[in-house]
């Protein structure tokens, strides 16, 4: 028994250092298998829920709501500088107001990209 014993220990200490470069390399191929989140600094959420919730709700899926009908962010095909554009000129036939002047160049920017990063992953 105590041969048996002897037996398993060394084998797990020979398969030890083998099993142990193995770990790193697991770890790396499944993060490797992510989506790369970048969400902006600064990030934009604070603007998006001062002045987009009313409209498209705090998850953005939009909808009827006091602010008319919002449209749904989750699934915009627009990028994110077409997002930007439409924040700053609005879109009026539609009900979208026209956020420049409200909300300077910068905040804008980072609500589109919060609106392209964070809300387009929750659809």
Do not use: W
Not at 14 to 19: A, G, N, S
Not at 52 to 78: F, I
């Amino acid at each position: 028994m105590k041969v048996l014993i002897s037996n398993l220990l060394r084998n797990l200490v020979l398969c030890l250092p083998v099993f142990a470069t193995c770990l790193p390399i697991a770890a790396v191929a499944e993060e490797e298998d992510r989506p790369v989140i970048v969400v902006p600094r600064g990030g934009g959420k604070e603007t998006f829920t001062r002045f987009c919730t009313t409209c498209h709700m705090p998850d953005g899926r939009g909808g009827q709501n006091e602010g008319g009908y919002g449209a749904d962010l989750r699934v915009t095909k627009l990028t994110v500088e077409e997002v930007a554009d439409v924040v700053s000129k609005g879109r009026q036939s539609k009900g979208m107001p026209s956020f420049k002047g409200i909300v300077d160049d910068e905040k804008i920017g980072q609500v589109a990209s919060y609106i392209k990063t964070v809300i387009k992953l929750k659809e």
